[in-house]
């Protein structure tokens, strides 16, 4: 197998994953959904990464949300990520992402879910994850949705 026929093979197994993994998608998935519809943020849901060449040649994951403007990627994690055997798979995903696609992670729970942009800008204004950032194009964002957030506290919602 040549070089092409093994990058078309790959692309064609990691599409197939993403269709499957859109279809059963999580209540806490779609409400991060809605949150970023919400307040025009620019992302990729079920986002794949692979590698085609070196070590780890062949190797793929999928995150899933992706923000490119952040070089951002959101893993929504339930119950099964405290399993042991989960907790080395995700580590290793992690280094991979952040060291070889230069990809910043961030993990959230399911039951954190509500808060999502609150975490998100925590983590993009922490020192060490400032490197390839758009914070004009994020605090935009954040200013709607804390705007969105003022609304629904007064008990009606006008999105601006």
Not at 77 to 105: A, L, M, S
Not at 145 to 157: D, M, T, V
């Amino acid at each position: 197998m040549n070089k092409k026929e093994f990058e078309s093979s790959l692309a064609k197994r990691n599409d197939r994953f993403k269709k499957k993994l859109r279809k059963k998608a999580t209540f806490s998935e779609i409400k991060v959904k809605d949150i970023f519809k919400k307040i025009g943020l620019k992302y990729k849901f079920q986002k794949g990464f692979y590698k085609l060449t070196g070590k780890y040649k062949g190797y793929h994951c999928i995150v899933d949300f992706y923000i490119p403007s952040l070089h951002l990627a959101i893993e929504i994690d339930g119950g099964y990520h405290d399993n042991p055997v989960q907790k080395r798979k995700d580590k290793f995903k992690d280094k991979w992402i952040n060291k070889k696609r230069e990809v910043k992670i961030l993990r959230v729970k399911n039951k954190e879910v509500d808060e999502i942009v609150e975490k998100i800008n925590d983590f993009i204004y922490k020192p060490r994850n400032r490197k390839y950032c758009n914070f004009k194009y994020w605090e935009e964002k954040y200013q709607k949705y804390l705007k969105i957030k003022i609304s629904e506290k007064k008990g009606w919602i006008k999105i601006v």
